[in-house]
């Protein structure tokens, strides 16, 4: 739950950023991100090691909990960006309209949420959908 957690957190923050607010090198510092999709973790196993060894995080919950809240970040970075660029700006322009922060127009602004998917799609298993299907 901590890597879930942790990813969702920061990617979170990170696509918020990136999707609304205008600082130098946004779109240099997203590419970069980005393109840490394309290394392939196990050529960046020694290298992890050796740093672990050096912040003394081998065979700790914290050293197994940071690399994969450090690879999923990419990905959970790039899918949210296009979600948070994809809402209205008028949601948090009303939100601030009312007189709430931007830290409360993030958190408390009402989001169209997509619907989860259906549990009977054709790719599910039989048992999946039950009988109550139409």
Do not use: H
Request: one cysteine or more; hydrophobic letters at 45%.
């Amino acid at each position: 739950m901590s890597v879930v957690g942790g990813v969702l957190l920061i990617a979170s923050l990170a696509a918020y950023a990136f999707a609304r607010l205008e600082f130098p090198a946004k779109k240099t510092i997203y590419t970069l991100f980005l393109a840490t999709m394309m290394i392939p973790v196990p050529g960046a196993f020694i290298a992890l090691y050796v740093l672990l060894i050096k912040l003394g995080l081998v065979n700790t919950r914290l050293g197994y909990i940071l690399p994969q809240v450090n690879g999923g970040l990419p990905l959970g970075i790039f899918l949210l960006t296009t979600f948070f660029r994809k809402l209205p700006k008028d949601l948090e322009d009303a939100a601030a309209s009312t007189g709430a922060t931007s830290s409360k127009c993030i958190t408390k602004s009402p989001c169209p949420w997509p619907n989860p998917p259906s549990p009977c799609s054709p790719f599910s298993p039989p048992w999946a959908c039950g009988t109550n299907t139409f």
